[in-house]
């Protein structure tokens, strides 16, 4: 499915979308901790943007960070764009596809987690897992 959609108009992604992914993806909402549907998935293959089709992050990335949303240590080269957030009282890095412009969620540096030192905390409802054959 991945296609170049940044000419999409909101009305045209509140159709390709289902409510609660239009109000993640598109309106940089949260899905609640521990709810999503790859939270515990150790399934191997690529996770992909449920809103564009692009490839995201491989699960050989994905790991265990017990924070309630699917979490990866790298994201695939030149997927991701990254913006400074400012909200909820504090400074964290939002991690948008860099295809659609939708909003996946943060990423997290120097929480020593894994050897790359870095959490991707993504939601569930962002992704669409292409699993391996």
Same mark, same amino acid.
Request: proline letters at 5%; hydrophobic letters at 30%; charged letters at 30%.
């Given at each position: 499915?991945?296609?170049?959609?940044?000419?999409?108009?909101?009305?045209? +992604?509140?159709?390709?979308?289902?409510?609660?992914?239009?109000?993640?993806?598109?309106?940089?909402?949260?899905?609640?901790? +521990?709810?999503?549907?790859?939270?515990?998935?150790?399934?191997?293959?690529?996770?992909? %943007?449920?809103?564009?089709?692009?490839?995201?992050?491989?699960?050989?990335?994905?790991?265990?960070?017990?924070?309630? +949303?699917?979490?990866?240590?790298?994201?695939?080269?030149?997927?991701?764009?990254?913006?400074?957030?400012?909200?909820?009282?504090?400074v964290r890095v939002?991690?948008?596809?860099?295809? %659609?412009?939708?909003?996946?969620?943060?990423?997290?540096?120097?929480?020593?987690?894994?050897?790359?030192?870095?959490?991707?905390?993504?939601?569930?409802? %962002?992704?669409?897992?292409?699993?391996?054959?």
């Amino acid at each position: 499915m991945e296609q170049n959609v940044s000419q999409l108009s909101e009305q045209e +992604w509140r159709v390709r979308l289902n409510p609660e992914e239009f109000r993640v993806l598109r309106q940089a909402g949260t899905e609640a901790p +521990w709810s999503g549907k790859y939270v515990n998935t150790k399934t191997p293959g690529t996770y992909k %943007c449920r809103a564009c089709g692009t490839a995201l992050f491989d699960s050989v990335t994905k790991f265990d960070s017990h924070c309630g +949303w699917p979490s990866f240590d790298e994201a695939l080269p030149g997927t991701i764009k990254y913006i400074e957030d400012r909200s909820l009282g504090m400074v964290r890095v939002e991690v948008r596809c860099a295809n %659609c412009d939708s909003h996946l969620g943060h990423r997290f540096d120097g929480e020593g987690f894994t050897p790359k030192d870095a959490r991707y905390c993504i939601n569930s409802v %962002c992704l669409d897992l292409e699993e391996k054959a």
